[in-house]
């Protein structure tokens, strides 16, 4: 074909179906044809208008998992037919000084996937090759797309503190971001709390792994958490600064409260919460793509899964409604092979 479908978005809340020119992919990058992408609420940033220029139409999503069919000049290591994933990092770029250090997450040249380059709201994407995460046999590419980004966000997080197994590590929010991280830190060895609103989801929370429910409409979950003897980790996923607030007097000394819920009301903290106990507020942004498989080996070896559902890539507008209802439960995914 010489052509291909794509949704792409310009202006506020306007994702409409058009065709692209099938074009080769450019010097270290690749072209795959996409399976399925998972849909994140990061997909606003497009969707919404809240880019530098809406005008300029884009094509959501970034958590694609496709098969390589084409790949640029100076690609030696990707070949046509290998499994695939892209994650909100579009791939780095190995030059700039944050990549002469290895800190390929804060890359200065490089694209976020969905939002400053074309996504996988489309039925083919393009990659830098640094970016391509591989996509191991034994997971489907509807359960491994949302992995790629909530799963590799709450997995990182977890990983920013020094806690020890069977220290307690709390999740709040159980939603696309919670709902794996729970798995995560259950199999990590953690003894494991969830913080959510109201009892309803208790049972769920400790289906995925919670040892602790604390609900935050009942008690004050800082306090509810320093019962318990406080927490080493903290990984907030509430879409609100003010829900973080009570958290940091729930932290253990030397403990962490970090933040992957991106909330527009501010996060205020009381500076004596943090300097007795030695506490720290970090915020954490994805990972790598090696990180990526790392998480996608993890999830596999322990049967992490998210909970998922699924829609033909025809419904992407249905899809992206649905994730902004708050109704999803708990990531919808596009099959682009449907």
């Not at 780095?92 to 990549?99: D, K």
């Not at 020890?164 to 709390?193: F, K």
Request: with cysteine; proline share 4%.
């Amino acid at each position: 074909m010489s052509t291909y479908r794509a949704f792409e978005a310009s202006g506020v809340h306007n994702l409409r179906l058009v065709e692209h020119e099938l074009v080769d992919p450019a010097p270290g990058h690749v072209r795959l044809r996409v399976e399925a992408c998972g849909v994140c609420h990061t997909d606003v940033l497009a969707v919404e208008g809240l880019r530098a220029d809406p005008s300029q139409a884009i094509v959501p999503g970034h958590e694609i998992v496709g098969i390589i069919d084409a790949v640029g000049t100076g690609v030696t290591t990707w070949q046509p037919g290998d499994r695939v994933g892209v994650g909100f990092l579009n791939g780095h770029c190995w030059e700039c000084e944050p990549c002469r250090r290895g800190d390929f997450v804060n890359c200065f040249n490089q694209a976020q996937t969905g939002t400053t380059t074309d996504g996988g709201y489309a039925e083919v994407a393009y990659a830098r090759a640094s970016g391509l995460v591989r996509v191991p046999e034994g997971i489907s590419a509807l359960e491994a797309a949302p992995l790629l980004c909530a799963g590799l966000t709450t997995f990182t997080a977890l990983q920013q503190g020094h806690a020890r197994a069977g220290s307690l590590v709390a999740v709040q929010g159980i939603g696309g971001l919670g709902h794996l991280a729970l798995q995560y830190a259950r199999s990590l060895g953690y003894r494991v709390a969830a913080v959510a609103r109201g009892r309803e989801k208790e049972v769920l929370a400790r289906q995925l792994g919670a040892h602790e429910y604390i609900d935050s409409t009942s008690t004050d979950p800082g306090d509810a958490l320093r019962d318990l003897g406080g927490a080493s980790i903290i990984v907030a996923t509430a879409s609100s600064g003010a829900s973080m607030e009570p958290l940091v007097r729930g932290l253990a000394p030397n403990g962490k409260l970090v933040v992957v819920g991106a909330a527009a009301d501010p996060l205020t903290v009381s500076t004596p919460d943090l300097i007795f106990g030695t506490r720290s507020i970090v915020g954490s942004l994805t990972g790598s793509s090696i990180e990526n498989e790392d998480n996608l080996a993890f999830s596999l070896a322990h049967g992490i899964r998210p909970s998922v559902e699924v829609m033909p890539f025809e419904r992407a507008l249905d899809g992206y409604e649905r994730m902004l209802s708050g109704k999803a439960r708990f990531r919808v995914v596009l099959d682009a092979a449907a």
